[in-house]
């Protein structure tokens, strides 16, 4: 497995998890936001989440959150 298809499927369950967690709480699906914190993550990683559809990152460094 390459590193994207890790990233994906990492994804797939962490999304999987959450949804469980909200309908485990009595949440409606999608009211909690994952945030993806990118420090220290190279480009690639963060290209890789945005080409699967993840918007919402965190950074605490502006000079990497920048590029």
Same mark, same amino acid.
């Given at each position: 497995?390459?590193?994207? /298809?890790?990233? *994906? !499927?990492? %994804? *797939?369950?962490?999304?999987? !998890?959450?949804? /469980?967690? #909200?309908?485990?709480? @009595? $949440? +409606?699906? @999608? !009211?909690?936001?994952?945030? *993806?914190?990118? $420090?220290? +993550?190279?480009? #690639?990683?963060?290209?890789? %989440?945005?080409? %699967?559809?993840? $918007?919402?990152?965190?950074?605490?460094?502006?000079? #990497?959150?920048? #590029?």
């Amino acid at each position: 497995m390459n590193a994207n /298809d890790q990233i *994906a !499927s990492n %994804l *797939a369950a962490v999304r999987s !998890s959450l949804q /469980d967690t #909200e309908r485990n709480n @009595g $949440k +409606q699906l @999608g !009211s909690v936001t994952l945030i *993806a914190i990118t $420090k220290t +993550q190279p480009i #690639e990683t963060v290209q890789c %989440l945005l080409n %699967l559809g993840h $918007k919402v990152f965190g950074e605490n460094r502006v000079q #990497e959150a920048f #590029e």
